[in-house]
């Protein structure tokens, strides 16, 4: 009785099959396109048009949903216009290579300060509008808001998912 292959020639068609097989699994890695040359600054910065555009849609499901009567109009209107303008403003400026570490944390504070100043004012909004909505429009409102800015994609796909 002939054995068809020998040892070796076995174990070379297995290296051969075990290579395809490897070659196979990693090539939709290797074919992925490289880094982007200014790093994940890029994957960071939206620009302004791309978060007015976010808003605009927001504020048009937002307002979908509250089902406004013509009297919550001009309510609307103001606080429309402030989140627009936030989202316009959002931005943070872009800090100076050569600056010293002091003078970039004041940068820093003086953005917070103002963001702090623009939240205020949606505050001052967001309360003008709620006293003109009904209280199921206003249980929408707030619903919207409490759900606006949080991250939903965490570990688990749940709000606040647990972190290893």
Same mark, same amino acid.
């Given at each position: 009785?002939k054995?068809?292959?020998?040892?070796?020639?076995?174990?070379?068609?297995?290296?051969?099959?075990?290579?395809?097989?490897?070659?196979?699994?990693?090539?939709?890695?290797?074919?992925?396109?490289?880094?982007?040359?200014?790093?994940?600054?890029?994957?960071?910065?939206?620009?302004?048009?791309?978060?007015?555009?976010f808003?605009?849609k927001?504020?048009?499901? @937002?307002?979908?949903?509250?089902?406004?009567? !013509?009297?919550?109009? =001009? #309510?609307?209107? &103001?606080?429309?216009?402030? $989140? /627009?303008?936030?989202?316009?403003?959002?931005?943070?400026?872009?800090?100076?290579?050569?600056?010293?570490?002091?003078a970039?944390?004041?940068?820093?504070?003086?953005?917070?300060?103002?963001?702090?100043?623009? @939240?205020?004012q949606?505050?001052?909004?967001? !309360?003008?509008?709620? =006293? #003109?909505?009904? &209280?199921?429009?206003?249980? $929408? /409102?707030?619903?919207?808001?409490?759900?606006?800015g949080?991250?939903?994609?965490?570990?688990?796909?749940?709000?606040?998912?647990?972190?290893?």
């Amino acid at each position: 009785m002939k054995v068809p292959f020998t040892v070796p020639v076995s174990r070379a068609i297995g290296a051969l099959t075990l290579g395809a097989v490897l070659a196979a699994v990693c090539m939709p890695a290797l074919s992925q396109p490289g880094p982007h040359p200014e790093g994940m600054k890029a994957h960071r910065m939206v620009d302004e048009a791309d978060r007015v555009a976010f808003a605009q849609k927001r504020l048009d499901r @937002l307002a979908g949903r509250l089902e406004l009567k !013509a009297s919550q109009q =001009a #309510a609307w209107k &103001a606080y429309s216009q402030v $989140v /627009l303008e936030q989202a316009r403003r959002m931005a943070p400026p872009k800090p100076d290579d050569k600056a010293d570490a002091a003078a970039v944390l004041r940068e820093r504070a003086e953005h917070m300060n103002q963001r702090a100043r623009q @939240l205020g004012q949606l505050a001052d909004a967001t !309360a003008k509008l709620s =006293a #003109a909505l009904s &209280a199921e429009q206003r249980q $929408v /409102l707030d619903a919207s808001v409490r759900e606006h800015g949080r991250f939903h994609h965490r570990h688990g796909g749940k709000p606040g998912g647990e972190r290893p």
